[in-house]
T-cell receptor
Framework: KNEVEQSPQNLTAQEGEFITINCSYSVGISALHWLQQHPGGGIVSLFMLSSGKKKHGRLIATINIQEKHSSLHITASHPRDSAVYICAVIGAQKLVFGQGTRLTINP | GAVVSQHPSWVICKSGTSVKIECRSLDFQATTMFWYRQFPKQSLMLMAT?????????EQGVEKDKFLINHASLTLSTLTVTSAHPEDSSFYICSASMGGQGANSPLHFGNGTRLTVT
């Protein structure tokens, strides 16, 4: 079993839908990152969080340390949100990545 | 915001040759740089962590003599793939942090280098 599990692996939705991507981890962590990777390969760091909730525009990230679970939400989704979303945790002094969630938003 | 420049963005080389990939932090000093490898439709795999002025720490299964990492300054790290083979063809990406390894610092990624070995 991977130390970081994301679900779903693939998600297709219509423009405007509310999107949720989940990340569960089994190790103790000091922080969790949500990353966005576009088709060309470039990666953007969306959030780094260690507790509670963060919001940036239409993106919201939450983390529950006790349950070892984080979610990334996208409100009013748009085709330009289509990308791979990756959860990464910092545990035992190193980064561990989830396998990614491929999101496709259709117009 | 913090910018990381990675060069080249793509490279094709022949088997047996060496390829150098550069990762530069343009507007901040990167205490730590990370090198990752990504196969198609798979997630990132950390290859090594480098701190300025010291030897890189390689992940299990990554050959240090094949993937040479140099972090000579706070703004530049290089990854050299030596004696490249077709199985080294992959997407290589770096990230830079102002904190040390494992520190809770934001990560800033380069745009990656697609290596094809023929």
């Amino acid at each position: 079993k991977n130390e970081v599990e994301q679900s779903p692996q693939n998600l297709t939705a219509q423009e405007g839908e509310f999107i949720t991507i989940n990340c569960s981890y089994s190790v103790g962590i000091s922080a969790l990152h949500w990353l966005q990777q576009h088709p060309g390969g470039g990666i953007v760091s969306l959030f780094m969080l260690s507790s509670g909730k963060k919001k940036h525009g239409r993106l919201i990230a939450t983390i529950n340390i006790q349950e070892k679970h984080s979610s990334l939400h996208i409100t009013a989704s748009h085709p330009r949100d289509s990308a791979v979303y990756i959860c990464a945790v910092i545990g035992a002094q190193k980064l561990v990545f989830g396998q990614g969630t491929r999101l496709t938003i259709n117009p | 915001g913090a910018v990381v420049s990675q060069h080249p963005s793509w490279v094709i080389c022949k088997s047996g040759t060496s390829v150098k990939i550069e990762c530069r932090s343009l507007d901040f000093q990167a205490t730590t740089m990370f090198w990752y490898r990504q196969f198609p439709k798979q997630s990132l795999m950390l290859m090594a962590t480098s701190n300025e002025g010291s030897k890189a720490t390689y992940e299990q299964g990554v050959e240090k003599d094949k993937f040479l990492i140099n972090h000579a300054s706070l703004t530049l790290s290089t990854l050299t793939v030596t004696s490249a083979h077709p199985e080294d063809s992959s997407f290589y990406i770096c990230s830079a942090s102002m904190g040390g390894q494992g520190a809770n610092s934001p990560l800033h990624f380069g745009n990656g280098t697609r290596l094809t070995v023929t």
